[in-house]
């Protein structure tokens, strides 16, 4: 994973090679074959999500662990982000494939406070779908995205973000999230951190 780290309008790292090059295609290969999947759980941040599905077999949950976390992402938060968070045992991840389709957007928000780390990882080649980010003054970033892209960040107060409508999605946006939250939240699936 090739990383920059920036500071406008809040401090956040874009990423290149972000995941394995196997776990990034099979990710996408899952966001297209099941983007006509309810997403379950409802709604997120005000915005009814009708196309997103969970990474949820043990499967995804090992291989993610073996080949990514584990090497890649917990040594990166340990070293490069150690001023902005710090891993607990009981402290968890999560996973989420989503495939938003055409006109979708997102009203700027807050993440909530059980998360510690947000991380989304674009899997689609086009390279203006990427997160908007708010600097409460009237000013946007909107991240790059495009294949194997990502963009992490630890929540906070000053750290709006999401994808407004005169952005609407015009084809499906694909990405890989990933979550570290704290031992309150307790919406599952989620799995341990090892630290």
Known sequence: M??????????HWTTTETLPEDIARCSFN?????????YSYGKRANFLYEKRKWIGSAVWQKRLNKEY????????????????????????????WISDPPGFHLDP??????????????????E???????DGKGKIKNVPSGYNQGMIFFP??????GYPPARAVDNYR??????????????KPYWPITL
């Open 2 to 11: 090739k990383y920059t780290k920036h500071t406008f309008p809040w401090d």
């Open 30 to 38: 899952a966001c297209t074959s099941n983007r006509a999947t309810p």
């Open 69 to 96: 976390l584990n090497p890649v992402l917990t040594p990166f938060l340990k070293t490069e982000c150690k001023d902005y968070i710090t891993l607990e045992e009981t402290d968890n991840w999560r996973a989420e």
């Open 109 to 126: 928000h807050n993440d909530i406070p059980e998360k510690k780390m947000t991380m989304m990882v674009y899997l689609g080649r086009n």
């Open 128 to 134: 203006n779908q990427g997160t908007s980010l708010y």
């Open 156 to 161: 906070a107060k000053n750290t709006s973000h």
């Open 174 to 187: 694909y990405a890989l999230i990933i979550n570290i939250v704290d031992k309150t939240f307790k919406e």
